[in-house]
């Protein structure tokens, strides 16, 4: 097993400056997924409090290709276990000393144990080089996975998610997370509803409240999936939602506001061009995908990252 690279500039700053801070608001520890071609960092139940987290990068996003490989028995793909926390330092330390090289390896260390016995453990280590600096850290991780481990972590990574239909919240995006906050108030959880007509609907009812919103006219993919006059704007908003709900043009589930709120924050930290909401086939679960501008082409998307969130449906 064999895993050594340089960093670019570009994937580095992606690391500490977005997305490492975006997974570490679902939890302290990530998988971290690498092969050829790819690098995943991943959140499972296992991670977070049930939200599905993936993050994906072309490897040479991350990696100068010239430099990068990554060896082993299982298809030359590597997984093991890491503190966010951790990574995100080592790559901010290596950012404010002006680091003009990361390298990273894996590498085995020998440490004390409990009883003060040797012990071989699998590390993370990174060499920050610069003009007048040369800084080696090495972040413990878990033993790497092994092969059926590996096995389950791709089949996790590549689970169904796609919708059938997906809103674009960027144009409404301020006000659904203040609506998120405001329900947030009133009770854990609500009813979300996507309509294909371009409308997303938020609501809370108790015993003593009811309290929802409507988000109208965001732009709904796949195009094919929209449907003019999905909603009658001369009717109450309730009644929209509910013929909407009843003729197969809105598909309702309940979700904890606390999942939705955060995942909904991330925007802030990524600055996606698209944050797509849909609901699965039959209700299983809520997509939030982002989808990010190439920044070398305008008015291109970027194939070679994309940000993901799963989040599990409640009974209403």
């Not at 330092?89 to 440490?111: C, E, F, P, S, Y």
């Not at 108030?185 to 409507?214: K, N, P, W």
Request: aromatic share 6%; with cysteine; glycine share 6%.
């Amino acid at each position: 097993m064999k895993l050594k690279a340089t960093l670019t500039e570009h994937g580095s700053r992606l690391l500490w400056k977005n997305f490492l801070p975006t997974i570490e608001k679902f939890g302290k520890t990530c998988q971290v997924l690498l092969g050829p071609d790819e690098v995943h960092f991943i959140q499972t139940s296992l991670n977070t409090d049930g939200v599905h987290v993936t993050a994906r990068f072309a490897a040479e996003t991350l990696f100068d290709t010239a430099t990068y490989r990554c060896q082993s028995k299982h298809f030359n793909l590597i997984a093991f276990q890491a503190e966010v926390g951790l990574l995100l330092r080592v790559l901010k330390g290596a950012a404010a000393t002006n680091a003009h090289v990361v390298d990273v390896k894996l590498t085995m260390r020998q440490v004390t144990g409990p009883a003060g016995e040797p012990q071989s453990k699998p590390f993370l280590s990174f060499i920050a080089s610069g003009a007048s600096t040369n800084v080696v850290q090495d972040v413990p991780i878990s033993r790497p996975f092994s092969a059926a481990e590996l096995t389950a972590l791709v089949a996790a990574k590549d689970m169904g998610s796609f919708c059938p239909a997906y809103l674009d919240l960027v144009p409404g995006l301020a006000a659904a997370q203040a609506i998120v906050d405001r329900l947030k108030a009133v009770d854990d959880c609500a009813m979300l509803a996507v309509c294909r007509g371009g409308d997303a609907h938020l609501l809370v009812q108790t015993t003593s409240v009811a309290l929802g919103a409507q988000i109208r006219e965001l732009p709904v993919y796949p195009q094919t999936a929209y449907v003019a006059g999905a909603c009658d704007r001369s009717k109450p908003v309730s009644e929209q939602l509910q013929m909407a709900l009843e003729n197969g043009t809105a598909v309702s589930v309940h979700v904890l506001l606390k999942q939705l709120a955060r995942v909904l924050s991330t925007s802030q930290l990524t600055e996606p061009a698209q944050v797509l909401l849909g609901i699965g086939e039959g209700g299983g679960h809520v997509h939030v995908l982002h989808v990010f501008r190439d920044p070398h082409k305008d008015d291109v998307y970027d194939d070679n990252i994309t940000l993901a969130f799963k989040l599990p449906v409640r009974d209403g």
